[in-house]
């Protein structure tokens, strides 16, 4: 296996680990203290927000303009818009088949359907995640181990990993309300993290081998980020605003600038 692949695939192995260990919360207690989870949904949010910059986007930019292609902004943006419809279509999958799924099993166990969505929806939303992470990591082909593409690399695998662990924690605690096993309820939860290691390797893949994609698949994976942190996480972090003012709007801004100078202080 390419040395790069393989470091992608232990990457996205360490983001799957954080997955399980969110859901191993359900061992210990039913509902998790929901004001650190809003700092961690912050945090991570911040992180991908400034990630999606300087280590996706500006890459792939900068990777464009050497080729001889498309120019640069044209493939930035396709590539940036693609990976944004990407995760929206996958919403509208999953909305559909929840519709579905629920006009037949209310007449027969809508909590089974309500679980069956829940585990679908964590895990269709960690594929982009892992492809990201594999990107960042195919940008490392063919030995070019530069201190600031290899931190960039490591920094998109932390901040999918920080906000992997109350995905976890959101899959195993409302299936051990509904009347799970913790042990069966901790199996679902870090199950919808296995799919990142498949997609991670699968767009690490791509970049070292097909390298025409590589400012495209670049630009795919920061729409992706960014999508997900804008809908999914930073609405998510922001529901008890009234209780804890600021709170999470401080994670995403520590998150943000711990990102950015990173990247710049590496660059």
């Known amino acids: 296996m390419n040395s790069v692949v393989f470091m992608a695939l232990l990457a996205t192995l360490g983001t799957w680990l954080v997955t399980a260990l969110g859901a191993a919360t359900v061992v210990f207690f039913k509902t998790p203290n929901q004001k650190i989870l809003n700092l961690m949904l912050g945090f991570a949010s911040g992180v991908m927000i400034a990630a999606s910059f300087w280590s996706l986007l500006q890459p792939a930019i900068e990777r464009a303009e050497e080729s001889q292609g498309l120019p640069a902004y044209i493939v930035a943006t396709v590539g940036f818009l693609f990976g944004a419809l990407f995760i929206w279509g996958s919403d509208k999958i999953v909305s559909l088949a929840r519709r579905r799924l629920m006009s037949?099993?209310?007449?027969?166990n809508s909590r089974y359907g309500r679980i069956i969505m829940l585990i679908l929806s964590i895990t269709l939303h960690n594929i982009p995640e892992?492809?990201?992470?594999?990107?960042?990591?195919?940008?490392?082909?063919?030995?070019?181990?530069q201190a600031e593409a290899l931190m960039g690399a490591i920094t998109v695998a932390i901040g999918i990993g920080l906000q992997n662990f109350p995905e976890g924690a959101a899959v195993s605690i409302p299936l051990r309300r509904e009347g799970f096993s913790r042990r069966r309820s901790f199996f679902y939860g870090q199950a919808?993290?296995?799919?990142?290691?498949?997609?991670?390797?699968?767009?690490?893949?791509?970049?070292?081998?097909?390298?025409?994609?590589?400012?495209?698949?670049?630009?795919?994976?920061?729409?992706?980020?960014?999508?997900?942190?804008?809908?999914?996480?930073?609405?998510?972090?922001?529901?008890?605003?009234?209780a804890h003012?600021?709170?999470?709007?401080?994670?995403?801004?520590?998150?943000?600038?711990?990102?950015?100078?990173?990247?710049?202080?590496?660059?």
Not at 203 to 208: E, F, K, Q
Not at 245 to 258: N, Q, R, S
């Open 104 to 108: 037949a099993e209310d007449r027969k």
């Open 130 to 145: 892992g492809l990201a992470v594999g990107v960042a990591f195919g940008v490392l082909q063919n030995g070019a181990f």
């Open 192 to 242: 919808s993290g296995m799919v990142e290691p498949i997609a991670g390797v699968i767009g690490a893949w791509l970049v070292v081998y097909v390298e025409a994609v590589l400012p495209y698949a670049l630009s795919f994976a920061a729409g992706a980020m960014v999508l997900v942190a804008v809908h999914e996480l930073i609405p998510e972090c922001q529901k008890n605003q009234d």
């Open 245 to 267: 003012p600021y709170f999470a709007t401080a994670g995403i801004v520590l998150g943000f600038a711990v990102m950015m100078l990173l990247d710049v202080m590496l660059g």
